[in-house]
C-alpha cells in the first residue's frame, strides 16, 4: 500500500466572515429614602451652666449621640432620627421611610470582522497498486485532498475562534460600562417614581417619631440639668456622697442640702 501526499491551499487570499455576539448585564442596588421634617427652637430656655453640661454629654457620647460632619448631634428613633443643633439651639425630627431597590441593566453588541489569509495543509490517501478493495491511485487521490482541506476548515475555524474571543475581551470593558450606565438609568427613574410615596409615608410617621425624638433628648437634657445642678452644689460645698440622684423612666430625681 502506497500513501499520496496533497497539499491544499486552494483560498490563498480567501476570506471568511466573523460574527460573534456578546451580552453583559449589571445589577445595581440602592435604598431609596422619604423624608418629613420639623424644628423646634429652644431659645433661651437652657441656662449657661445646663447647656455646658449639655455640650459635656454630647461630647462624650452620651447614649449613642453621635456628632455629624456639621457640628450638629445626632440620635437614630424607630423610623427617624432627632438632631440637635448647638449653633441656632434647634432641634429637629426627622421621620425617615426606606425602601431597597435593584434594577438590572444590559448591553449587547454584535462583533463582525473576517480573517484573510494563506493556509497551507497536507493530507494522505492510501492505496494498492492492483487497486485492490478499491484502494485505487485515483481514489487516494481523492482522499488526500478531502483531507487536506478538512484541515484547512478546521485551521479556519480555530482561528477565528480566536480572533472572536479577542475581540470580545477588547469590547468586554466598553459593555460592562453601558450595562452598568443602563442599570444606573432605571433604578433612578424608579426611584424617582417611588420618592413622592415614601415622603408621603414618611409624614404620616412624623407625630409619632416626634414624640419618640423629643423623648430621647428631654432624657439628655435631664442628665445635663442633674449635673449642672451637681456642680453648682459642689461650688457650694455640698459633698458629692450627700448629693443623691434617683432616675425612672418617667423622671429624674437630685437631692442635696445647702449648707
Not at 449621640?65 to 428613633?77: A, I, K, M, T, Y
Not at 494498492?128 to 484541515?151: F, V
Not at 425624638?213 to 440639668?225: D, I, M, P, W
Amino acid at each position: 500500500m502506497q500513501s499520496p501526499t496533497y497539499t491544499s491551499n486552494p483560498h490563498p487570499t480567501g476570506s471568511r466572515s466573523l460574527g460573534a455576539g456578546s451580552i453583559k448585564s449589571c445589577d445595581i442596588s440602592d435604598t431609596i429614602t422619604g423624608e418629613a421634617r420639623i424644628r423646634q427652637s429652644l431659645d433661651d430656655s437652657l441656662g449657661g451652666p445646663a447647656l455646658m453640661a449639655l455640650q459635656s454629654l454630647l461630647a462624650n457620647g452620651f447614649e449613642s449621640w453621635q456628632e455629624d460632619s456639621d457640628g450638629n448631634f445626632r440620635h437614630l428613633v424607630d423610623d427617624g432620627y432627632v438632631v440637635y443643633r448647638p449653633d441656632d439651639r434647634q432641634l429637629e425630627i426627622v421621620a425617615t421611610a426606606q425602601q431597597d431597590i435593584c434594577e438590572t441593566g444590559c448591553a449587547s453588541e454584535r462583533l463582525t470582522g473576517s480573517l484573510t489569509t494563506e493556509i497551507e495543509t497536507t493530507g494522505e490517501g492510501k492505496y494498492y497498486d492492483d487497486g485492490w478493495g478499491g484502494h485505487t491511485k485515483e481514489k487516494a487521490e481523492k482522499d488526500a485532498q478531502k483531507n487536506a482541506e478538512a484541515g484547512v476548515q478546521h485551521i479556519v475555524r480555530d482561528r477565528l475562534d480566536r480572533q472572536a474571543d479577542t475581540a470580545e475581551e477588547e469590547h468586554a470593558e466598553n459593555l460592562i460600562q453601558r450595562a452598568e450606565a443602563d442599570a444606573r438609568e432605571r433604578l433612578n427613574q424608579r426611584a424617582e417614581n417611588l420618592t413622592p410615596e415614601l415622603q408621603q409615608r414618611a409624614r404620616e410617621r412624623l407625630e409619632t417619631v416626634g414624640i419618640r425624638g423629643r423623648q430621647v433628648f428631654h432624657r439628655l437634657l435631664a442628665h445635663a440639668y442633674r449635673d449642672a445642678l451637681s456642680g453648682l452644689a459642689r461650688r457650694q460645698g455640698v459633698a458629692s456622697n450627700d448629693i443623691t440622684t434617683r432616675e425612672t423612666d418617667e423622671y429624674l430625681e437630685i437631692d442635696f442640702m445647702m449648707p
